[in-house]
């Protein structure tokens, strides 16, 4: 991982800062959300805690590698990353996928397509109305899709996309999903609000859709960010005990489009 951002430092004349920790699996997303604190990072980025194997199968690295990744999803100041085209749903954490989606379109390299899923007319895909109402601003999402097609209207680089769906049901969903296999890297927001893909998922920190981009159902070799939108106001998960320290710093990160990438 560090040679990768070694070679990105020096192909982008990116700075790139690389540290090395050893900590134990049960305090290291300690560690983590600490570093980002006080670097005052904009996004963390941890890998799965599971590998595709050379049949496609995916095999897991173990239960306390699975344990990290939840606790760093409770505790970190700032947005996170989960390193498994951009389907869109809606939502905090979707928009927060796309603003990195067009960072990254920003490299004459990057070709970028948003496929939005709508649902057809008096069909609904969405969990209860209730928490859609408290998490999902209908206007936000527009403003953001607004944003993406008008900053791509007038380039030259036609490549980058944007394309709205129609599904009925969660078997259009799914349909959909597979048929997107011709990309190198799918965004997608982490509790996007639709309803689960998957019947049982050991991986519910990936969210409804990227449970199902995780799961053997899905099968690509394309590589998954699922991301989680940077809520102050939430509380910690129940189940999580552990209470990270993080300095005394205390200010937001940095947005997506006010840092240079890192």
């Given amino acids: 991982m560090v040679i990768a951002f070694e070679a990105y430092r020096q192909l982008s004349s990116v700075i790139v800062r690389p540290m090395t920790a050893i900590s134990a699996l049960s305090n290291i997303h300690e560690d983590i959300c600490t570093s980002a604190a006080q670097k005052r990072v904009a996004i963390i980025l941890i890998p799965f805690h599971k590998h595709q194997r050379l049949d496609g199968a995916m095999e897991s690295l173990g239960h306390s590698f699975h344990l990290v990744n939840k606790r760093v999803l409770h505790h970190a100041p700032c947005s996170v990353g989960i390193l498994i085209v951009v389907p869109f749903f809606g939502g905090p954490d979707d928009r927060e996928a796309l603003a990195y989606g ?6 004459p390299g990057i070709l970028l397509n948003v496929i939005r899923f709508v649902p057809s007319p008096g069909k609904s895909l969405k969990f209860d109305k209730s928490v859609i109402e408290d998490n999902v601003d209908h206007e ?8 993406f097609k008008s900053a791509h209207s007038d380039k030259e680089k036609e490549s980058n996309l944007y394309e709205e769906m129609l599904v009925e049901n969660k078997a259009e969903v799914v349909d959909a999903l597979k048929a997107l296999n011709k990309y190198n890297l799918f965004l ?19 969210g409804p859709v990227g449970s199902f981009l995780a799961s053997s159902e899905f099968s690509t070799t394309a590589s998954v960010l699922v991301v989680q939108q940077y809520n102050p106001s939430a509380n910690l998960h129940p189940l999580v005990e552990e209470q990270a320290y993080y300095g005394e710093t205390s200010s937001m990160p940095d947005s997506p489009h006010g840092v240079p990438p890192v």
């Fill in 140 to 147: 936000e999402d527009e403003l953001m899709l607004s944003e």
């Fill in 188 to 206: 997608v927001g982490r509790m996007v609000p639709t309803v689960p893909l998957v019947n049982k998922t050991d991986c519910p920190e990936l």
């Fill in 102 to 107: 067009m960072r990254m379109a920003e490299h």
